[in-house]
Nanobody
Framework: QLRLDASGGGLEQPGGSLRLSCTTP????????LSWSRQAPGGEREFAAL????????EYGDDVKGRFTVDRDNAKNTFTLQMNGMKVDDTAVYYC????????????????WGQGTQVTVSS
């Protein structure tokens, strides 16, 4: 079945930038709404961003709005999260996932997901 694995995490300084990618070794993600979420140690899973199946609609969580940008290219089967102006509070494990629709993702309902990638922001 489809699996979505996040990659590209690492260490970054406050104010820096990092780009995360989501790979799908079990197939392609075309046709699914996609999302990025994150979870800090001891914290709850927090919605970060979503994008519609065609890429025409993008939404962001309040904590990342204006700093993060989600994008996809179905022809290339790419799904990314560009993180700019990073803050210490962005430190978390980041996950990508697929849902049936934007509405499903808004409800926290996902069809496929996988391994997250650690992002650490520190001075």
């Amino acid at each position: 079945q489809l699996r979505l694995d996040a990659s590209g995490g690492g260490l970054e300084q406050p104010g820096g930038s990092l780009r995360l990618s989501c790979t799908t070794p079990g197939g392609t993600h075309g046709g699914y709404a996609l999302s990025w979420s994150r979870q800090a140690p001891g914290g709850e899973r927090e919605f970060a961003a979503l994008i519609s199946g065609s890429g025409g609609v993008k939404e962001y969580g309040d904590d990342v709005k204006g700093r993060f940008t989600v994008d996809r290219d179905n022809a290339k089967n790419t799904f990314t999260l560009q993180m700019n102006g990073m803050k210490v509070d962005d430190t978390a494990v980041y996950y990508c996932a697929a849902g049936q629709s934007i509405a499903s993702i808004r409800r926290g309902q996902f069809l496929y997901w996988g391994q997250g990638t650690q992002v650490t922001v520190s001075s």
